[in-house]
């Protein structure tokens, strides 16, 4: 018989995807410990026991999402090719998981805690951080890009980047008011009409 309050069935890993996706769904407030509970199978004492309070199991959710969906960033930017291409790979492979069926709406970062109150300002830290962490990851490769000479010196990689990030948070937004894979491609092939050229 199982003691310390967790029955021998609790699988962490899947109680962090169904935390993960309930958080996903419905941000950070406005997810209960009681939902949590329910969506998961265990009672209260056991989440506790198991992930510390809500704010933890928020976090390591968060770090389940950047281990799991979170990646198409990191593999796109990773890969061979120019900035441009780089980027633009990356905005056509967030339009397609942006619209998985199998996965809530949008981007998890971009989505948990937008309605949060001044009571959850470290969550809202939490997440504005990993934002900020994507947007230096995307001024980077520009950068590289410059310093090869594949892009001008006049390029201001921080502006760039900025705009790439908040295209990003645009199409998030947009797949989750209903936006399909289409319509967010297309505002990806928009987005790189923008992309300096490489004459100056």
């Known amino acids: 018989m ?3 309050g967790r029955p021998r069935s609790f699988d962490r890993e899947e109680a962090l995807e169904r935390a993960m996706l309930l958080f996903w769904r419905q941000g950070y407030e406005a997810t209960s410990v009681s939902q949590l509970t329910q969506a998961i199978g265990i009672n209260p004492p056991s989440l506790y026991a198991a992930f510390g309070d809500k704010h933890r199991l928020f976090s390591e959710a968060v770090q389940r999402y950047q281990d799991t969906s979170g990646t198409v960033m990191t593999r796109a930017l990773a890969g061979a090719g120019t900035a441009r291409e780089a980027i633009s790979r990356l905005l056509r492979d967030l339009a397609a998981e942006y619209t998985r069926p199998d996965r809530p709406r949008g981007c998890m970062v971009i989505t948990a805690a937008v309605n ?4 959850s300002e470290d969550v809202k830290s939490e997440l504005r951080a990993l934002r900020e962490a994507s947007r230096l990851a995307i001024q980077d490769r520009i950068a590289a890009d410059v310093r090869a000479g594949l892009l001008p010196a006049t390029v201001d990689t921080a502006a760039l980047a900025a705009f790439y990030a908040s295209v990003i948070q645009g199409m998030s937004t947009q797949a989750v008011d209903g936006a399909d894979r289409p319509t967010l491609e297309h505002i990806a ?3 790189m009409a923008a992309w ?3 004459d100056g």
């Open 2 to 4: 199982a003691t310390g």
């Open 116 to 119: 949060c109150g001044p009571a």
């Open 189 to 191: 092939d928009l987005a």
């Open 196 to 198: 300096p050229r490489q």
